[in-house]
């Protein structure tokens, strides 16, 4: 299993990697894509702002690769949200792959942004959520959000109840820090690693 | 305040119990023995543990004085990231981006700035710029005097400034702070409960989280700092460290006054 982490200026990374090897995966950090499209799986992490990420991926021509790629991908956090189409954060056009917004949460006197911590996912559905019971705690931090749609495969609620996690053809994402999330964290990752 | 014409709030977010361990070359300073554990002088052991009992986040503050800080900083963030698996905060002495870049890139999710932020407020801004305010997470020491004044204290609580620490709060939030780490020094190893005033007004008045700190001894100080001042986190240390506290009665009891919390 060659499982390689997209590597650009996306913040913790690390984290990821060593996630992955708490169950029992080595990963492959690069950003060649030779590299890349000879992985099994691919991780597309991110923490951080879209526009200077979008930048970062440009520089190496990863936002052409990563829309053709045919392996299971797992965007996280910022990862995911550069998989839909267009952010409010800085105007930025996304990679596309999901023909979504990402909108900011719009200030609430009762609740604080960004969102920081456990929150609950519930609606699951698809194999990445395979035996992940309803209701399940993951720890998110981000201001920005993808609001429900056809591809949603997890609903959270924040001021309103928006996807935290999607899953289209060989793409998958999730907004909430898998590698931070304990054990239902891990069990997603799994998932994954067994698509 | 909500009235009948508002809308329920929508959100599952819980409320955050942070286990906050102080490190002195490399070993947890406090700490008692636990069964479960063999080694509770090992942050990283001790830290497992608690993420095991459900602590939800975690705070290591270096207080390492030496020129060694740097190394040990490092070589402790990368340890913590590599078998805890829920989010951690770095604290203790980080003074530049230098400094936080290491330890993001040895897989902190947090740094806290104290001291170095106050004497220097462009370094919050300049952390937020460079590595998102979620990753800036500002520690206040603070105290009530006489005049009945909430002042922020320095180095430890050693040196005393003339600025209130609403007014520095405030600051700092402008400033790309995504986050308050709200110690009260006159509650701190009181076991008296937290201080609810400063923290309410500190949590209500700003658009990020607070995480209030000293003097939590019972579950119903637990409890008043989430009902009554809104705290969105609270730290404590010894009454975890001395088992005086298990985090997995406190988050039950929490759960049964209806606070939202994660079991």
């Known amino acids: 299993m060659k499982v390689v982490i997209i590597e650009y200026n996306a913040g913790n990374i690390q984290s990821v990697r060593y996630a992955l090897e708490r169950i029992g995966i080595e990963t492959i950090l690069s950003n060649d894509h030779a590299t890349i499209l000879s992985a099994d799986k691919i991780i597309f992490p991110g923490v951080g702002e879209a526009s200077s990420a979008m930048k970062s991926l440009q520089q190496n021509n990863l936002h052409l690769l990563i829309p053709k790629l045919k392996q299971p991908v797992l965007g996280i956090c910022v990862g995911m949200q550069l998989l839909c189409k267009y952010s409010e954060e800085h105007n930025t056009t996304c990679l596309g792959v999901f023909d979504e917004p990402v909108k900011k949460f719009e200030i609430d006197a009762m609740l604080k942004i960004p969102q920081v911590g456990w929150n609950t996912i519930y609606h699951l559905s698809s194999q990445l959520m395979r035996d992940v019971p309803e209701e399940s705690y993951c720890y998110f931090v981000h201001s920005y959000y993808v609001p429900h749609n056809q591809y949603a495969i997890a609903i959270t609620n924040y001021i309103q109840p928006y996807a935290s996690a999607i899953h289209k053809n060989n793409f998958y994402g999730v907004q909430f820090h898998a590698e931070k999330s304990a054990q239902i964290g891990e069990k997603i990752l799994k998932n994954f690693i067994a698509l | ?263």
């Not at chain 2, 909500?2 to 070359?25: A, F, M, Q, V, Y």
């Not at chain 2, 497992?48 to 986040?57: H, R």
Request: glycine letters at 8%; charged letters at 20%.
């Open chain 2, 1 to 263: 305040m909500e009235t009948k014409n508002n809308p329920p709030i929508l959100s599952g977010l819980t409320k955050r119990i942070i286990p906050c361990l102080d490190i002195k070359d490399g070993r947890t300073v406090k700490g008692i023995h636990f069964e479960q554990i063999r080694d509770a002088g090992d942050p990283v052991e001790l830290g497992a543990f608690y993420a095991q009992q459900g602590a939800d986040e975690l705070v290591f503050l270096d207080i390492t004085a030496t020129v060694e800080k740097r190394k040990t900083f490092k070589e402790l963030a990368n340890r913590i990231a590599q078998h805890i698996n829920i989010p951690f905060t770095v604290g203790g002495g980080v003074s530049s981006i230098d400094d936080a870049s290491i330890l993001l890139h040895n897989g902190a999710d947090k740094v806290s700035v104290n001291t170095a932020a106050f004497k220097q407020p462009d370094l919050i801004t300049q952390l937020a710029n460079e590595f998102g305010s979620q990753f800036v997470v500002l520690a206040i020491d603070t105290k009530q005097e006489a005049d009945g004044q909430w002042y922020v204290y320095l180095n430890g609580g050693r040196t005393k400034t003339a600025m209130l620490c609403m007014e520095w709060a405030q600051q700092a939030y402008n400033a790309g702070a995504g986050e308050i780490l709200l110690t009260s020094m006159n509650n701190d190893g009181t076991k008296k409960g937290f201080a609810l005033d400063i923290t309410k007004q500190l949590s209500t008045a700003l658009p990020i989280p607070v995480i209030a700190s000293g003097g939590g001894g019972t579950m119903q100080h637990f409890e008043a700092v989430f009902n009554h001042a809104h705290a969105d986190a609270a730290l404590a240390a010894s009454i975890f460290h001395f088992k005086e506290m298990g985090i997995p009665d406190l988050k039950k009891y929490l759960k049964s006054c209806n606070i939202p919390i994660r079991l």
